[in-house]
């Protein structure tokens, strides 16, 4: 008799344009949860085409590949799929508990823990691209137990 194998758990990673911090985390998270998890990732704001050349670079330097990374916007819908949300930063989970209203079921909640700010390596120089990679792929085990 074979065991029926467990829904993986969603999580939806979000930042400001889904950009730099959440398509990593997004990578992370679903390279080291494997099947366990469907992991995706979403900004509040942007338009860009791909993830940020520096982000990707320092996402390969640690082995994680962003190249085939596309950008969206986050949606009530995409929320109210996952099981769990994490913000990278107090202003995004603010901006978070807004779109999902008062009714969500959904966890919302910052990717680190202690109530830390992932921080954003935007307009900054190539060395704070690489501490944050590294912020984010410790991060993720918080999620992943």
Not at 26 to 51: F, N, P, Q, T, Y
Not at 111 to 134: I, N, Q, S, W
Request: aromatic content about 4%; glycine content about 8%.
């Amino acid at each position: 008799m074979t065991r029926p194998h467990a829904a993986p758990r969603r999580i939806l990673v979000v930042c400001l344009g889904n950009y730099c911090r959440s398509p990593l985390a997004e990578r992370v998270l679903g390279d080291l949860g494997g099947s366990a998890v469907e992991v995706s990732s979403a900004g509040l704001i942007g338009s860009w085409d791909r993830a940020h050349p520096e982000m990707t670079a320092a996402a390969a330097a640690l082995g994680y590949d962003l190249t085939r990374h596309h950008p969206a916007r986050v949606t009530r819908a995409m929320i109210d799929r996952a099981d769990l949300v994490l913000a990278m930063d107090r202003s995004v989970l603010a901006r978070l508990r807004d779109i999902a209203g008062p009714d969500t079921t959904t966890t919302l909640r910052l990717y680190l823990d202690h109530d830390r700010d992932v921080p954003d390596p935007m307009g900054r120089p190539a060395g704070e691209f690489a501490a944050c990679a590294r912020l984010i792929e410790a991060g993720a085990r918080i999620h992943l137990g």
